[in-house]
Nanobody, 119 residues
Framework: QAPPVESGGGSVQAGGSLTLSCAAS??????LAWFRQAPGKEREGVAA???????SYVDSVKGRFTISRDNAKKTLYLQMNSLKPEDAAYYYC???????????????WGQGTQVTVSP
């Protein structure tokens, strides 16, 4: 199974928006999630989506981030609005056949894409 591949990171000012994409070929029947890790901090789950469409968000991004998946395009997205400096981190896409929500036990991980948010 090829690992997922993230793209779309970049630098924005606080209040701006970014959309991350994750090419996830072969993962249509897998649960997918976005994690992030800032320097000196543990990796945390941001948003997860199951194969039945159920979605979970960490409280700090509710109302600002939207996770979605397009199985036809084999792509996972994370629309991020109203970005804050504390959202700055490397963002990772993860996939697993199990329902893991924000556990870090996902089997497949991308290399990450960096998001920088300036005040």
């Amino acid at each position: 199974q090829a690992p997922p591949v993230e793209s779309g990171g970049g630098s924005v000012q606080a209040g701006g928006s970014l959309t991350l994409s994750c090419a996830a070929s072969g993962y249509n029947r897998y649960c997918l999630a976005w994690f992030r890790q800032a320097p000196g901090k543990e990796r945390e789950g941001v948003a997860a989506i199951n194969t039945d469409g159920r979605i979970s968000y960490v409280d700090s991004v509710k109302g600002r981030f939207t996770i979605s998946r397009d199985n036809a395009k084999k792509t996972l997205y994370l629309q991020m609005n109203s970005l804050k400096p504390e959202d700055a981190a490397y963002y990772y896409c993860a996939a697993d056949s199990r329902v893991l929500a924000f556990s870090t036990e996902y089997r497949y991980w991308g290399q990450g894409t960096q998001v920088t948010v300036s005040p």
